[in-house]
């Protein structure tokens, strides 16, 4: 298994998130997510491969590929570029992956697909990899192929990792539970940068910003999304701080998957969700979780708030009653901008084992991926805030000058 070291990787996912809000130039992101998915796992190789369709059908197109031992590293490819014979996608018999490839299949049942030794697996057509493999005298062992998907949404691409190595030993290894789901994480945001590349070239430019006001609301969707499906957590919320007097957080967006809630600050009012005010009686509030974070600016990892003393869990015991929820475990992140102030909180609620759906503890070994989503939602809000408070100033100049 792959050494992480959490403190490297966040710096460098704060980095990549903070990227996609300056960078302009797709590849040099799509590149920037291929690395650090090889960093991640170790793996001697990476390809990525967009979805495209022409009168024969869907296909996956080489759009990238790394790999270190051979030497390969193909920049990028438009559709139709690459020396390298696209993957068909027969949509016939779909459910039976024998007839597909691996990423074939990925992009097919738009799910992650990981086989341990490919050779030794009947579970897949395998002639692309022996074809590869033949071709460049190379040995194709362990595989995972993640979609390129944002949920609910259809499959852009698929990326493929080979061979992940031990870094001690030189070995083939093994990918682990966490290594897939930063994996998976990683490729939806590189599902939003094909995205926006799709809508801003639909406009006559490069990619959308995604500081623009008409956005933003659907980031803080799509970061408690892959905030909540990279720790199966049930549930999450976003609240942002607010410095005029009281000072506060005040709530953004909310999700629960059990109780069917999905709603944001718009709908707040009618939900009468209350600020957390992080000031009582002139003291800071440090008996609630979320606003401890912020004050705190630490990540809180709590596995069962009903045996908890430290904090008090009054509102979320009145919101379990309400619902008829039992909340146990939390993670609460802070947003911290580019100067490390604190712009909100994130909060995950009820972590759940992949295997039995059962409420467990949040894993410490993601906490760094959270942290860099919780980033990116910050720059999030930090660029809305500023773009609304330019647009105030505009229409009040306007109105003084009139």
């Given at each position: 298994?792959?050494?992480?070291h ?10 990549l ?32 491969y ?29 559709p ?20 597909h ?33 033949d ?14 998907i ?32 930063i994996?998976e994480s ?85 939900r ?49 009653q ?81």
């Amino acid at each position: 298994m792959a050494i992480f070291h959490q403190d490297a990787f966040f710096w460098r996912l704060i980095n990549l998130t903070r990227s996609l809000s300056t960078e302009t130039d797709k590849w040099k992101l799509f590149s920037n997510i291929l690395n650090e998915c090889q960093g991640i796992t170790h793996c001697d190789g990476a390809t990525l491969y967009l979805l495209e369709e022409d009168e024969a059908g869907p296909r996956l197109d080489y759009a990238m590929i790394q790999n270190k031992s051979l030497g390969l590293n193909q920049k990028f490819c438009e559709p139709g570029q690459s020396a390298l014979t696209p993957i068909r996608v027969q949509t016939t018999d779909s459910d039976n992956n024998q007839t597909h490839s691996i990423a074939a299949y990925c992009a097919l049942q738009a799910k992650s697909v990981c086989v341990e030794d490919v050779y030794n697996s009947t579970q897949f057509n395998i002639c692309g990899i022996k074809a590869f493999d033949d071709l460049f005298d190379y040995r194709t062992r362990s595989v995972l192929s993640v979609p390129v998907i944002k949920p609910g949404r259809r499959v852009l691409g698929v990326i493929q990792l080979v061979n992940p190595l031990n870094p001690l030993s030189g070995t083939v290894a093994h990918y682990s539970e966490t290594q897939i789901a930063i994996i998976e994480s990683l490729a939806a945001l590189m599902a939003t940068i094909l995205e926006s590349a799709e809508l801003e070239h639909a406009e006559g430019g490069l990619l959308v910003r995604l500081s623009q006001p008409k956005g933003t609301d659907a980031i803080f969707e799509r970061v408690l999304d892959e905030a909540m499906r990279v720790t199966r957590a049930d549930g999450g919320t976003i609240y942002w701080y607010r410095d005029d007097a009281p000072k506060r957080l005040e709530f953004v967006a909310l999700k629960n998957n059990s109780l069917n809630l999905a709603f944001t600050a718009f709908e707040s009012e009618s939900r009468d969700i209350s600020p957390l005010l992080l000031e009582v009686d002139g003291e800071p509030n440090l008996q609630n979780v979320a606003t401890f974070t912020a004050i705190s600016k630490q990540v809180v990892n709590i596995d069962d708030a009903y045996n908890n003393t430290t904090f008090d869990f009054s509102g979320m015991k009145s919101f379990d009653q309400q619902y008829g929820y039992h909340s146990k475990s939390f993670l609460s992140v802070p947003l911290l901008n580019h100067a490390q102030e604190v712009i909100g909180v994130m909060q995950l609620i009820n972590a759940r084992n992949a295997f039995n759906q059962d409420v467990i503890a949040f894993s410490s070994q993601l906490e760094p991926l959270v942290k860099g989503l919780a980033s990116y939602a910050a720059m999030t809000l930090e660029n809305d805030m500023l773009v609304h408070a330019k647009h105030t100033d505009k229409a009040i100049r306007k109105t003084v000058n009139q």
